[in-house]
Each structure stands twice: as C-alpha cells, then as structure tokens.
C-alpha cells in the first residue's frame, strides 16, 4: 500500500448526547477530529502508511488526541508537542427539518501558532506517495498558511501527489482572505476536491445549477457540475477535480453522490466528468463525511486501474461514514467494496 501524509488540525468535539440541543444539554460527549485527522485514519483503515503532521500541547488532552490516532494504526511521529491549546468545537446534531450547528473555540489552538519551521517537511514527507491538505489549515492563520506552502514545496521535491480539499470555513476567513490564499496555493495541487459553494468562495469560480437546497426527488443540473469541474480543471492545470453533490432534502436525509474528471495515481483518468451512483442516506452523523470521501478518492485513485472505480469507491466509503457517529470513518476496504459493488440494502450479516 502507499504512504500518504496529511496536515492539519486535530480538535476536541464535544457534541450534545442524541439530538438535544445546547440549551437543553448538561453533558457532552467527547471525542477527538479534524478534516486532515479524519482522512489520516480512515487510509490507515483502509491499509495504508498514513502520517499525520500537526501540533498538540504537551499536556494530558493534547496525548489524548495523540493517543486516538495511534489507536487506528495513524504515524504520529512528525506531530509537533507544545502550545497551550487544543482546539474544540462543540456540535448540535440536527434532525428533519433543524439544521446541525457547530460553535468553535479553536482560536490560538497549538497548530495556529506553529511555525513552519518547526517540523522537518523533507523527513515527514521522505517516500510519500501522496500529500493531502484542506482549506481549512491555511485559515487557521499565518504561520499555517506558510506551512502549507512549505510542505506542498517538499511534497513536490519528494514525488508526493498533492491533494486539496478546498473546504471554505465561513467562520475562520472570508471568501476575500481565502481567494487571496488559496488561488496561489493551487498551483502545488494535482487533485482538487469541492463543492460548489467552496470552488466559489475559495476560489471565485462559479456554476449554476445548485443542489444544495434541492426538493425530494429533484434532479441536479449535472451539465452544470460538469462545467464547472471543467473550468476548475482548464484555470488551474489539476490532474483531477471531483465534486461532491449533496442534495439536502433534510438534516435527516440527504442524496449523496459525486462528480470525477481526469485521473491522478495509477487510475486511468476520465476524459468526461462522470457522476457516480447516487446513495439515499439517512443521516446518524454527517460530520466528516467529506473527509472520508477525499481518504476513498486517495484510495482509489491510487489502487484501481480505473479512475471511475475510484471515485465509486470513494462515494460508497463516504455514505458508509455518515451512518457512523463521530468524525472517524471505521469502515474497512471490504465493507466499502460491498456496498459499492452491491445493493446497499443494510440487511442484517449473519
């Protein structure tokens, strides 16, 4: 299997027992994620080499977190120790009609304030296949924003594909701040991972046809996606773009599916955008469900012979993770293989 690094933020989550609200909540429960975190784990489950760069304080929460992602097979050697803070975000899970809502308390977190200097990119990055990193990192600040050009220039020196997922954060940056960062950081990426709303706000590209709000049983503008995943890849030389499509017919049930053009790995790329199967999902936790799509692209694009395969397998593996509570998507290669070469009926195994 590959070794692939990833870089980012692992936080603490702190999220209201069943569907309460925070009002209503006198407990929490905890555990740990983060976008660059989730995919580590879910290629570790999958079999890979995954590597983990970060920075957590020194003191018992930080090793919990550290902890965790050893726990699940995740390389944490090139995790940098000291800070003060781990960051939180605390969650509301939504239900039918009410929204999930998310509160952070991440500012001057231990990776906010690390600066690129300290992790040694050309060892973390020493016989990496594959570089993954989200626009959620370079928001957290200037000193991770330069370390993520940092470590994108040593991937690149070391071979590494590079993979973004543009992930725009409303409540870290504006689309003002994020444009200015993250149109010249697109020049290092090989393989971009969006939605509409993230390629317009981090990027200022734009497409008609949204389906974020769409009604039961609406179609999506699919001509739209597939232009917009063609202008993205003409403007900025990407191997491959994919394009989540998420249709919210609820907070409860959402249609899931996505959109593949090119190729990147050992895929043959697709000439055509191409949509994959769409999956009716009822929700138990959609947090972290782009995370596990871009850890089953990497793992496609990197072991099927055919770009196609790899983006069916991504969006199986990513519908098996929003049936899953918490961050972390704890599906094997096998389960998702089943579910995307099978009818997904969720019959009892016995």
Request: hydrophobic fraction near 45%; charge should be negative; charged fraction near 20%.
């Amino acid at each position: 299997m590959a070794t692939i690094v990833t870089f980012g933020e692992i936080m603490l989550r702190l999220s209201t027992p069943g569907f309460q609200r925070f009002t209503q909540a006198q407990s929490f429960d905890a555990s740990f994620g983060g976008g660059e975190a989730n995919v580590a784990v879910s290629l570790a489950h999958l079999g890979h080499d995954a590597r983990f760069v970060s920075k957590l304080p020194a003191h018992e929460v930080g090793q919990a977190a550290l902890n965790r992602l050893r726990q699940f097979g995740v390389d944490t050697r090139f995790v940098v120790r000291g800070g003060d803070r781990v960051g939180i975000y605390f969650l509301e899970t939504g239900a039918s009609q009410r929204p999930s809502k998310v509160v952070y308390d991440r500012a001057r977190s231990a990776v906010s304030e690390m600066a690129p200097s300290e992790v040694d990119w050309d060892a973390a990055l020493d016989g990496a296949d594959w570089f993954h990193w989200t626009g959620i990192t370079p928001a957290l600040g200037p000193k991770p924003r330069a370390a993520v050009e940092r470590a994108c220039r040593a991937a690149r020196a070391a071979g590494a594909t590079v993979s973004c997922d543009l992930n725009f954060r409303s409540k870290l940056w504006t689309t003002g701040e994020a444009q200015a960062t993250m149109r010249p950081l697109m020049e290092h990426v090989d393989v971009c991972i969006a939605n509409e709303e993230d390629a317009d706000r981090s990027l200022g590209v734009r497409t008609a046809g949204s389906g974020a709000e769409a009604a039961e049983g609406a179609a999506l503008d699919e001509g739209g996606y597939a232009r917009l995943a063609e202008r993205l890849k003409a403007d900025f030389g990407f191997g491959a773009v994919a394009i989540t499509l998420r249709e919210s017919h609820s907070a409860s049930d959402n249609g899931w599916s996505a959109m593949l053009l090119g190729g990147a790995g050992s895929a043959a790329p697709l000439a055509a955008a191409r949509r994959s199967r769409v999956y009716g999902v009822r929700l138990v936790d959609r947090v972290g469900g782009g995370d596990s799509f871009a850890a089953g692209l990497v793992h496609g694009l990197l072991t099927k012979a055919d770009a196609g395969e790899a983006l069916e397998f991504a969006v199986a593996a990513s519908a098996l993770k929003q049936t899953i509570p918490g961050d972390l998507n704890l599906t094997s290669a096998a389960e998702v293989e089943k579910l995307a070469t099978g009818s997904g009926s969720g019959r009892v195994e016995r």
